[in-house]
């Protein structure tokens, strides 16, 4: 084997190397996206439990008065 065929060989096994990193970090930045999401979710979630207790305490405050 000449050293052509060595640099070929390296210079794809770096390729190959790369070529998955960026799959890794794509995946990664999918799940993060997604992570983001349910909490923004749950928030929003929160948020709409506390307006409805807020809304029902003073309902019940007008009926207690």
């Not at 065929?5 to 996206?33: C, L, P, V, Y």
């Not at 929160?46 to 305490?57: H, K, L, V």
Request: negative net charge; charged residues 45%.
């Amino acid at each position: 084997m000449g050293m052509k065929d060595q640099f070929q060989d390296k210079a794809e096994q770096w390729q190959q190397q790369a070529k998955q990193k960026a799959e890794q970090a794509k995946e990664k930045a999918q799940q993060r996206g997604q992570q983001r999401g349910q909490q923004r979710g749950q928030q929003r979630d929160d948020e709409t439990e506390r307006m409805r207790q807020e809304e029902q305490d003073r309902f019940d405050q007008d009926y207690d008065a």
